[in-house]
């Protein structure tokens, strides 16, 4: 009875155990074995030891895209959680009529991340754009969005707000969540509305936070569809924008377009780290601010 | 995330709670009263709401207009002309490009929901030794960057003679997906178990406890994992960039950043076609949400899935 119970367990995830040995466990060993190769897939791997390593340290388009990435983390993520929370807020504040806006805010989660690096472009084109015309009208002489280095990335990171909707869903259901009585408390105390929210609500969903945190900077790492889209074309109509160079376009050009693919799988390999490293600190960092109900009584 | 409501809680507030509801009838959460606020609040949600929706409203006027207004910004266009829709399907293999998607995405969310199903019910129904580190493995694959797998999965693909194909782009799916696996896993504890064990006595197997009876109580989880596997299929550019060569074989997101390098900037600046291809990859996912609405809101506010 028990082993026939263990093998039909065995039968049921057999799906994923194969999986993973095939499309998992075998390709994170072979990209390490690769990873120290020169490999442009007509002819066998070669073996070179550290020297991917070495290049790439060396590479001012790693460092470049690496710069790239660093900084479209930086603005992105925490643009990202101000905008989500400002967002939810608003939602939770206006009670029952909030469903017709939250349908609203998460509409543009569902365009696919071609249209919205297509929209980008077009939305902001530094002399027919919309926002650039909305900002004419109050006055402001707008920049080349999408062609001056300095305003790409700032042009990025306010599209990809667009996409905000999943987050503030998810935010809004840890507010939803916020125990009643906390607010009376508070209210009793004398708080008004302000302070209730930073001091009750804001350490209410510290958990939700966080995790919004976490996976937008995880994201926004390997950020490439939107950014690939509207600057690196493809096929004979060849373009390219250096200031939108993030670390994931680079290595799809080096694996796919140029054919290194040992070059390629060590550059995954540092990205796999440095993710790692940023993860951990994020971790370690948010044990002081994250509040997790039951803990330490 | 945070754990609501903790019985500790409410004890410790309790009296406080009981005194003051004589005078001050209580109120909900921290809503913004006075008309002055609450002018205030709709004016902010309202606002927020027109950047929200400008952007699609923008994209489908454009695309009713002739080629030399596309970039003149008004709401309802000078020149209304359906030209567009039909040029579009001219310059393109449109009709390829959306039948390929359809089998693409089919394919993928049937076989990611099936085998997800199938291996959560394996997680969470039967007691086995290694259970627990191995799931901790589903887990933790969930953390791994696709760049990681991306090589030596193409070189899988380019070995089985499947590169420029579709089948790269949803067979992995067959082998169930991390994350779906953990939704439906948790789906499937939250059921009674004597409801099995009954079955299990009146003579059903595995199998048929499986089909019979726990996948018709998941159903709102297998929807969600549906619609979420549905989106992601349907608008990915990474693997059609990867796999595809032939243009007859890509997907609408494939073909449309075709288009954009060809019409956009390749130099005939026919952004009419472009805006128009963005209009006819969207609607799908647009329609699909508003049919799962729920669905969708409900899976990310409880899985908190997709940031």
Known sequence: MRRSETRAAWLFISPWVVGFLVFTAYP??????LALTDYDVINDPHFVGLENFRTLMEDPKVALALRNTAVFVVMSVPAHLLVALFLALLLNWAGRASGFFRTAFFLPKMTPPVAVGILLLLLFNGQSGLINRVLASVGIDGPAWTT?????????VMMTLWTVGGSVVILLAALRSVPQELYDAARVDGAGWWRQTWHVTVPMISGALF?????????AFQSFTEAYTAYFGSGNTTYSNDAALFYAIYLFQQAFQFLHMGYASALAWLLFVVIMLVTLVQFRVSKRF????GEQR | MTAVGAPQERAQLAPLLTEPEREA????????RGTLATGLLYAALAAVTVAFVYPFVWLVSASFKPRSEVFDNRLVPDTFTLDNYVQVWHEAPMALWLLNTVVVTVLATVAVTVSSAMVAWGFSYFRFRGRGPLFGLVLATMMLPGAVTMIPTYLIWDSLGQVGTLTPLWAQNLFGSAFYIFLLRQF???????LFEAARMDGANQWQVFTRIALPLTRPALVVT???????????LMRPLIYLRDSSTFTIPRGLKAMLDQFGFG???????????????????????????RHFVEGIATTGSKG
């Open chain 2, 188 to 194: 499937f504890l939250g059921l009674p178990r004597e």
């Open chain 1, 148 to 156: 001056d280095p300095t305003w790409v990335k700032p042009g990025l």
């Open chain 2, 25 to 32: 009838p209580v109120r909900r959460p921290p809503r913004v």
């Open chain 2, 226 to 236: 549906a619609l979420f596997e549905f989106q992601a299929a349907w608008t990915d």
């Open chain 1, 211 to 219: 995790f919004v945190f976490i996976v937008n900077t995880i994201h």
């Open chain 1, 28 to 33: 994170v060993l072979y990209t390490a074995y």
């Open chain 2, 267 to 293: 130099g005939e600046w026919h952004w009419e076609i472009v805006v128009t291809a963005s209009v006819i990859a969207t609607v799908p996912m647009i329609v699909l949400f508003f049919l799962g609405q």
């Open chain 1, 290 to 293: 994250v509040f997790y109900e």
